[in-house]
């Protein structure tokens, strides 16, 4: 049973920074990706950005700059810290975790971004 719970989230103001760190438990192989979505409310989930057990990272375009992945394999965590935070990041963020068509996904964690 793979189980994945984030934390972090919460309200900043626009311009701010957050950090999100989700912490990954049960069989997992040493060799995964693992990500952040998000959902706004009204729309569907889309990609973040993903970081693979060997450090190799994907964003998707509205972060680059913004955000970094990070993990710590050791730990089976992954983090997420946002800078320069706007709006329109307005989301629950979740946490993924994917393997040869295995993917299991934390309960969120939801990000305001508002004055």
């Known amino acids: 049973q793979v189980q994945l719970v984030e934390s972090g989230g919460g309200l900043v103001q626009p311009g701010g920074s957050l950090r999100l760190s989700c912490a990954a438990s049960?069989?997992?192989?040493?060799?995964?990706?693992m990500g952040w979505y998000r959902q706004a409310p009204g729309k569907e989930r889309e990609l973040v950005a993903t970081i693979s057990s060997v450090g190799t990272t994907n964003y998707t375009d509205f972060v680059k700059g913004r955000f970094t992945i990070s993990r710590d394999n050791a730990k089976n965590t992954v983090y997420l810290q946002m800078n320069s935070l706007k709006p329109e990041d307005t989301a629950v963020y979740y946490c993924n975790v994917q393997w040869w068509g295995m993917n299991y996904w934390g309960k969120g964690t939801l990000v305001t971004v508002s004055s």
């Open positions: 049960g069989s997992i192989p040493r060799f995964n990706v």
